[in-house]
């Protein structure tokens, strides 16, 4: 009896030791966390968190764009100030007197759609961009419609007389609020691949606003107004957008 004992002990603790690990690899296949699969991940560009923010949305650009329409502004009901229009116009005017000779250069006429062109071109060449392109096609298109509108009705609105007394529609600049508008929108878009892609346009931006008082198109408060505009109405164009993307495309 001891030896028959003996012979079964070994086998029945081999079955019980196969019955526990069988157990345990099936407990762990079923606590094991399914596999991440490729095919339902999507690269994502931009993470929501670090977006651009609108100029209203952050306390200093709101203010400092602000400011900036008022001080453009500001020549029309504050004396020192339109003093200060007319010195800015004057010193400028004598420095392209006896550098160029009065010469004109009309290259602001072009110099206004580059940033808003560089907008779709730079998606077209395979830029990363924060919007997909027919969202981009939107944006720009609002930005241009809102900022065309509003500088018009503002200049019927105000009927300033421009410097070289050509016509009454001086205030704002829209040579400037275009530029600007679209520089802005590049600062949106693309900001998250390069910071130079912005810079470079609010550099052309800027020097399209100095062209229209060096041609003497517009004094140095209408520049500072559009720009100001142009900024507003290209915040307000993503806004627009991004609301309607969310409340009629369903995105």
């Given at each position: 009896m001891?030896v028959?004992?003996c012979?079964?002990?070994?086998?029945?603790?081999?079955?019980?030791?196969?019955?526990?690990?069988a157990?345990?690899?099936?407990?762990?296949?079923?606590k094991q966390e399914?596999a991440?699969?490729?095919?339902n991940t999507?690269?994502?560009?931009f993470?929501k968190a670090?977006e651009?923010?609108l100029?209203w949305?952050?306390?200093?650009?709101?203010v400092g764009?602000?400011?900036?329409?008022l001080?453009?502004?500001s020549?029309?009901f504050f004396?020192?100030?339109?003093?200060?229009?007319v010195?800015?116009?004057?010193?400028?005017?004598m420095?392209?007197?006896n550098?160029f000779?009065?010469?004109?250069f009309?290259f602001?006429?072009?110099?206004q759609?580059?940033p808003?062109?560089?907008?779709m071109?730079?998606n077209?060449?395979?830029v990363?961009?924060?919007d997909?392109?027919?969202?981009?096609f939107?944006?720009?298109?609002?930005?241009?419609?809102?900022?065309?509108?509003?500088t018009?009705?503002?200049?019927?609105a105000v009927?300033?007389?421009r410097?070289?007394?050509?016509?009454?529609?001086?205030?704002?600049?829209?040579?400037?609020a275009?530029?600007f508008?679209g520089?802005?929108?590049l600062r949106?878009?693309?900001?998250?691949?390069s910071?130079?892609?912005?810079v470079?346009g609010y550099?052309?931006a800027a020097?399209?606003g100095?062209?229209?008082?060096y041609?003497?198109r517009h004094?140095?408060?209408?520049?500072?107004?559009?720009?100001?505009?142009?900024?507003?109405?290209?915040?307000?164009s993503?806004?627009?957008?991004?609301w309607m993307?969310k409340?009629?495309?369903?995105?």
């Open positions: 001891l028959v004992w012979l079964m002990m070994p086998r029945t603790w081999a079955q019980a030791w196969s019955a526990n690990c157990q345990g690899v099936q407990s762990l296949m079923v399914p991440l699969s490729l095919q999507e690269l994502v560009l993470n670090s651009p923010l100029i949305q952050k306390p200093a650009p709101a764009t602000g400011l900036t329409i001080a453009g502004a020549p029309m004396e020192p100030a339109r003093r200060q229009n010195l800015i116009r004057e010193r400028v005017q420095w392209r007197r550098e000779d009065y010469k004109a009309h602001d006429n072009f110099t759609f580059v808003v062109s560089a907008v071109l730079l077209l060449a395979g990363p961009s924060r997909e392109r027919w969202s981009l939107r944006r720009a298109a609002t930005s241009m419609l809102l900022v065309v509108g509003v018009q009705s503002m200049k019927f009927d300033e007389l410097p070289d007394r050509s016509s009454l529609t001086s205030f704002p600049s829209g040579h400037t275009f530029a508008s520089a802005e929108m949106l878009e693309y900001s998250e691949t910071v130079w892609i912005p470079a550099a052309v020097l399209t100095f062209m229209r008082i041609n003497d004094w140095a408060g209408d520049v500072l107004a559009g720009a100001g505009v142009g900024l507003l109405t290209a915040d307000l993503f806004w627009l957008n991004d993307d409340k009629i495309w369903k995105r």
